[in-house]
């Protein structure tokens, strides 16, 4: 290769591998380094299937190299390593270079960052749409809750029987608890009280509520950064959101578990389509049985619960009152690891849209 060739080899943000016919890796650029987590002459000889951890990779490859031309595959998902899962683009392109033997080269873009933006975007307008939705339902609702209840008064003044009046006391009671249901719906209508906020303080306080009321075998790690800045929050609406999830992920364990509560600095991150150049990352963790693949899109639109017993509000208001400090919250979950992230930006640390 030529000294041009491969200064646009070696600067290339997209990882390129070189495998032989075995499948085994000849050579990689620096961008399949860090992708790969080892050094190119350390990683040299090793399988593909031991790199990629993905059979679907492995199949494209040789689909590849038998029909002698390039092969795509969208949205792989290779695991490097078993702490890391990568989500990317593949082309496989064969090389034949009169009768030597045969190889392959292969680019892995990554999408992960491309994906996670798209989702993001999906929960901010799914939010606001159910908030516009909830709105005008609660309108429709609270109306006519409303005049059913003066009804249910003016009635009970008249009547003398004790027995007849304590109908009208359920109507009333259940007329109420409608609307507080509404209420609790549309979540909190204040904006953040926002201060100087420590978010170790928000979740200390929060390990100390679930702790009162968890059984004695969940436990509760803390895994914190404590280099954190503080951020401009509302600790309240910060520490009901905290709650809500903490809660439901001690529902979700039972009587036994582990939850872990883990936060850490995001530097040049975007949430949705705007980059802030300081995120704080919250974490919370828990090794249950996780949330069925087919709630997972809509765990955060109300009234969607796994519990009979459960009200499907909470998840819902964490969602909107982190909304409310220009952040999100993302779910990850599969058997023995359902993962809640919250993000919130350091306000005054923007860097405008992506």
């Not at 997209?14 to 085994?24: I, K, Y």
């Not at 979540?187 to 906020?197: F, I, K, S, T, Y």
């Not at 950064?225 to 529902?251: F, K, W």
């Not at 023995?336 to 993000?343: A, D, H, I, P, Y």
Request: one cysteine or more; proline letters at 6%; hydrophobic letters at 35%.
């Amino acid at each position: 290769m030529t000294t041009t060739g491969q200064q646009i080899l070696d600067n290339l943000h997209t990882a390129v591998c070189l495998f032989d016919g075995d499948m085994r890796l000849l050579q990689t650029n620096p961008a399949g380094e860090a992708l790969l987590g080892a050094s190119a002459p350390r990683l040299a000889g090793r399988s593909a299937t031991s790199l990629f951890g993905s059979e679907r990779i492995v199949t494209a490859m040789y689909a590849a190299l038998d029909s002698g031309h390039p092969h795509t595959e969208r949205e792989c998902t290779l695991q490097p390593d078993a702490e890391r899962r990568v989500t990317a683009d593949i082309t496989a392109i064969p090389l034949s270079e009169g009768d030597g033997p045969p190889e392959l080269l292969v680019e892995i873009a990554q999408v992960d960052r491309q994906l996670r933006i798209a989702r993001e975007e999906g929960l901010i307008a799914q939010q606001e749409a159910t908030r516009a939705l909830v709105r005008g339902l609660a309108h429709e609702i609270k109306n006519p809750l409303g005049g059913l209840r003066g009804a249910a008064q003016l009635l009970a003044r008249e009547i003398e029987d004790p027995d007849l009046r304590e109908y009208t006391e359920v109507i009333t009671h259940e007329a109420d608890r409608l609307r507080n249901l509404v209420d609790r719906m549309l979540g909190p209508d204040n904006l953040p009280a926002r201060e100087p906020v420590n978010i170790h303080e928000v979740t200390e306080r929060v390990r100390t509520l679930v702790a009162a009321e968890a059984p004695p075998g969940i436990r509760l790690v803390r895994d914190y950064d404590p280099s954190l800045p503080e951020l401009e929050g509302d600790r309240d609406m910060l520490i009901q959101a905290v709650l809500n999830i903490t809660r439901n992920a001690v529902q979700a364990l039972g009587e036994e578990g582990t939850i872990s509560l883990r936060t850490r600095a995001q530097r040049q991150f975007t949430i949705g389509h705007r980059r802030h150049r300081l995120v704080l990352s919250l974490e919370i963790v828990d090794d249950g049985p996780g949330i069925p693949p087919e709630m997972l899109d809509r765990i955060f639109y109300p009234m969607v619960t796994g519990r009979s017993e459960g009200s499907g509000l909470g998840l819902s208001i964490a969602q909107s009152l982190v909304n409310r400090h220009d952040g999100l919250i993302e779910c990850t979950s599969r058997p023995g690891e359902t993962r809640f992230t919250l993000l919130l930006p350091v306000h005054g640390g923007e860097s405008g849209h992506d």
